[in-house]
T-cell receptor, first 112, second 117 residues
Framework: QKEVEQDPGPLSVPEGAIVSLNCTYSNSAFQYFMWYRQYSRKGPELLMYTYSSGNKEDGRFTAQVDKSSKYISLFIRDSQPSDSATYLCAMSHSGSARQLTFGSGTQLTVLP | GAVVSQHPSWVICKSGTSVKIECRSLDFQATTMFWYRQFPKQSLMLMATSNEGSKATYEQGVEKDKFLINHASLTLSTLTVTSAHPEDSSFYIC?????????????FGEGSRLTVL
């Protein structure tokens, strides 16, 4: 079993839809949770960063962490075609980037 | 956010040749840089961690003589794939941190796609 599981998709939604992206994990020691957006043939860029459980909101993006269920989510409201990308979750038990474990990514397409 | 530049963005080479990929932090001093490999529809796999002025730390299963990493300055790290073979074809991505490798201050390059014929 992988430490981090992420549905690869692909996921297609119409413009304006609410998108829900999810990851599950098995290591209960994970405390730092991140979501990255990766456009085709580009490197990842950090979207959301959360420590421990709870919600964090940034514009149209909301990250949720449920440590009791070992489940994290990224919600995108009012999705736009420019949101079309692969979304990677990543997590770590420490603040060190060397211990980051990435999900395999979910490919999202927002149709105009 | 900070800018990390990777060059070349893509390269095609013949089997047996060596290829060098550069990773530069353009607007900050990167004390730690990381090199990853990514296969299609798969997650990023950390290959090695490089700290300026010291030897790189390789992850288990990564051949250090095959993937030479040099971090000679606070703004430049290089990955050299020596005697490349078709199975080395992949997307290589670097990331840089100015805070000793803290997850919240990690910036990625745009990646380099290597194709070995």
């Amino acid at each position: 079993q992988k430490e981090v599981e992420q549905d690869p998709g692909p996921l297609s939604v119409p413009e304006g839809a609410i998108v829900s992206l999810n990851c599950t994990y098995s290591n209960s020691a994970f405390q730092y949770f991140m979501w990255y957006r990766q456009y085709s043939r580009k490197g990842p860029e950090l979207l959301m960063y959360t420590y421990s459980s709870g919600n964090k909101e940034d514009g149209r993006f909301t990250a949720q962490v449920d440590k009791s269920s070992k489940y994290i989510s990224l919600f995108i409201r009012d999705s736009q075609p420019s949101d079309s990308a692969t979304y990677l979750c990543a997590m770590s038990h420490s603040g060190s980037a060397r211990q980051l474990t990435f999900g395999s990514g979910t490919q999202l397409t927002v149709l105009p | 956010g900070a800018v990390v530049s990777q060059h070349p963005s893509w390269v095609i080479c013949k089997s047996g040749t060596s290829v060098k990929i550069e990773c530069r932090s353009l607007d900050f001093q990167a004390t730690t840089m990381f090199w990853y490999r990514q296969f299609p529809k798969q997650s990023l796999m950390l290959m090695a961690t490089s700290n300026e002025g010291s030897k790189a730390t390789y992850e288990q299963g990564v051949e250090k003589d095959k993937f030479l990493i040099n971090h000679a300055s606070l703004t430049l790290s290089t990955l050299t794939v020596t005697s490349a073979h078709p199975e080395d074809s992949s997307f290589y991505i670097c990331s840089a941190s100015g805070a000793g490798g803290y997850t919240g201050e990690l910036f990625f390059g745009e990646g380099s796609r290597l194709t070995v014929l």
